[in-house]
């Protein structure tokens, strides 16, 4: 077999040859035959070609290296968004342990996943149930603010007691948004117990003030009528 092997196959009284692992390419096979005391015939011939397999096609190799290019090129992308996103998100993280704010993230069962320092220094957290930080008589009203936050996908803020450090109830303003996927609720949080007791005191104040002058129009109004009788 040309193109196989340049030899002959002395095959004797066998009507058949076996040329294993042919590769691609062109092949002529040639046979002659011999009777006994008579040389050997002039050789017959008869060509053919093997062609090649699917995945040695110029088609395909081109297909294999738009391929090979296409994924390099989304790897080497997803790399960069990907160190990208974690240099935001350690920028991010920078950013809310040094705010002076309470900041917090929950999910939908109201746990806490991550807060920052002035959270862990502000309040006594036993645990990461928001809920369970809150004043009992908060509890319930918190509650539901935080469900109908999920259910409703909107912002809101509210006033709530929490347990401080010195484990004391101090009043906290609390404004939660919702994450785009609905799964996150990120609140920012300040003590604002300075502000409510100087809006208590205010509003004693202004108790005390409506009741003296009102002590004073009545003791005015008697000298007058008596005046005018």
Same mark, same amino acid.
């Given at each position: 077999?040309?193109?196989y092997?340049?030899?002959?196959t002395?095959?004797?009284?066998?009507?058949?040859?076996?040329?294993?692992?042919? $590769? +691609? $390419? *062109? +092949?002529?096979?040639?046979?002659?035959?011999?009777?006994?005391?008579?040389?050997w015939s002039?050789?017959?011939?008869?060509s053919?070609?093997?062609?090649?397999?699917?995945?040695?096609?110029?088609?395909?190799?081109?297909?294999?290296?738009?391929?090979?290019?296409?994924?390099?090129?989304?790897?080497? %992308?997803?790399?960069?968004?990907?160190?990208?996103?974690?240099?935001?998100?350690?920028?991010?993280k920078?950013?809310?342990?040094?705010?002076s704010?309470?900041i917090i993230?929950?999910?939908?069962?109201?746990?806490?996943?991550?807060?920052?320092?002035?959270?862990?220094?502000?309040?006594?957290?036993?645990?990461?149930?928001?809920?369970?930080?809150?004043?009992?008589?908060?509890?319930?009203?918190?509650?539901?603010?935080? %469900?109908?936050?999920?259910?409703?996908?909107?912002?809101?803020?509210?006033?709530?007691?929490?347990?401080?450090?010195?484990?004391?109830?101090?009043? +906290?303003?609390?404004?939660?948004?919702?994450?785009?996927?609905?799964?996150? =609720?990120?609140g920012?949080?300040?003590? =604002?117990?300075?502000?409510?007791e100087?809006?208590?005191?205010?509003?004693?104040?202004?108790?005390?003030? *409506?009741?003296?002058?009102?002590?004073v129009?009545?003791?005015?109004?008697?000298?007058?009528?008596?005046?005018?009788?």
């Amino acid at each position: 077999l040309l193109g196989y092997d340049s030899t002959w196959t002395n095959n004797q009284y066998k009507r058949s040859a076996f040329f294993p692992h042919l $590769g +691609y $390419g *062109d +092949y002529t096979f040639q046979v002659r035959a011999k009777q006994t005391g008579y040389s050997w015939s002039e050789p017959n011939s008869i060509s053919f070609a093997v062609s090649k397999p699917w995945y040695f096609s110029s088609l395909f190799i081109l297909s294999l290296l738009i391929l090979i290019f296409g994924l390099s090129y989304g790897l080497i %992308k997803y790399y960069n968004i990907s160190k990208e996103k974690q240099n935001v998100e350690e920028k991010l993280k920078s950013f809310l342990s040094l705010s002076s704010d309470l900041i917090i993230m929950l999910n939908s069962s109201g746990k806490i996943m991550y807060h920052n320092s002035s959270f862990n220094s502000s309040l006594l957290l036993d645990n990461n149930d928001f809920i369970k930080l809150v004043h009992n008589e908060d509890s319930k009203r918190c509650s539901k603010i935080i %469900k109908r936050i999920y259910n409703e996908n909107r912002g809101e803020a509210f006033e709530v007691r929490m347990k401080s450090k010195n484990k004391n109830y101090d009043y +906290y303003s609390w404004n939660f948004e919702v994450s785009e996927n609905s799964q996150i =609720i990120f609140g920012v949080g300040r003590n =604002i117990s300075e502000i409510m007791e100087m809006k208590k005191t205010l509003e004693i104040l202004n108790a005390n003030k *409506d009741k003296f002058f009102s002590i004073v129009a009545h003791d005015l109004k008697s000298p007058l009528f008596t005046l005018v009788g």
